[in-house]
């Protein structure tokens, strides 16, 4: 009876010497897997996935800004026309536009078309322009129905006038909204934007309007083209394309603007690719040149 007892006490010793470092593994590999589905969620495209319940809607930023580049090479690459690709790209814009301000998020801003793209063949400007037309047209009601405030910002001198005029119809049709803002920078360039604010404040300064003195940073943002917005800076910006420089967009408001690099064309930055990007500036600190 002894033996017996002996026996199967020893097995339960065995046993449970064997679970012990099996249980211990166990943890150990679920910590990892918790661990990386957090913090080191894998990057490789196609695998890096954010549900929008796991983004903090007290982090979102106010103002996100991007750059919409890969038109074009999304248009060669799938074997269609390049105005195609702004095409998509136009409906892309609306798209992503519309999901941010679901998120909770104020304003967006675009940058649309640069002075220096004046510089591209004719036809493709000449399309880029109907383009922009053609979509003021078919989403006034959509930003009417969203109570969704637009703004086009831009040197605009070679804008059409005709253009012109249809474009400052929406601004002041929708220019009530307040919770929602679409900034639609055309004929931008971010170094325009700083020289037409030196202008402006010279101009006041021989009128007599300012001093020396009162020129300070507040005051020479509210002379940039962004003062149309409640919140001019933006807190991200994210450029499609894989390119990794801000090609003179907001040269004064990116300052301490926190950075993101997609590598997909424009037209296929999609739902997963923001949230994405928004997970990305959740986890940073910003802390504005100083120590937290």
């Not at 954010?50 to 690459?77: C, T």
């Not at 020289?195 to 021989?206: P, Q, T, Y």
């Amino acid at each position: 009876m002894l033996s017996i007892l002996f026996s199967e006490s020893s097995l339960l010793s065995l046993l449970f010497l064997f679970l012990i470092p099996c249980l211990f593994i166990i943890g150990l590999i679920k910590i990892k897997a918790a661990r990386d589905h957090g913090d080191n969620k894998k990057r490789d495209e196609g695998t890096y996935v954010v549900r929008e319940e796991e983004l903090q809607r007290e982090l979102m930023p106010r103002h996100v800004a991007f750059i919409l580049d890969g038109n074009r090479r999304w248009a060669k690459r799938a074997g269609l026309t390049t105005q195609q690709g702004h095409e998509a790209g136009a409906k892309r814009l609306v798209e992503i536009a519309e999901l941010c301000f679901e998120l909770g998020i104020h304003t967006v801003s675009a940058f649309v078309f640069s002075t220096e793209n004046w510089g591209r063949d004719k036809i493709e400007v000449d399309n880029l322009m109907s383009l922009i037309q053609h979509y003021r047209k078919s989403d006034i009601q959509f930003f009417h129905r969203s109570e969704i405030r637009v703004s086009v910002i831009g040197n605009q001198t070679n804008i059409s006038e005709h253009l012109l005029q249809k474009l400052h119809e929406i601004e002041e049709a929708t220019k009530g909204y307040k919770n929602k803002h679409l900034i639609v920078a055309i004929d931008y360039s971010g170094r325009f934007d700083i020289m037409h604010a030196c202008k402006s404040l010279v101009k006041k300064s021989e009128k007599g309007l300012i001093r020396e003195e009162d020129v300070d940073e507040a005051l020479i943002e509210r002379e940039l083209l962004t003062n149309c917005s409640d919140f001019p800076s933006p807190d991200l910006m994210i450029r499609t394309s894989g390119e990794q420089r801000i090609s003179n967009f907001f040269l004064w408001q990116l300052a301490y603007t926190e950075l993101f690099f997609s590598p997909v064309f424009w037209p296929d930055f999609d739902k997963d690719k923001l949230l994405e990007a928004l997970d990305s500036y959740q986890r940073r600190e910003r802390r504005f040149g100083c120590r937290v």
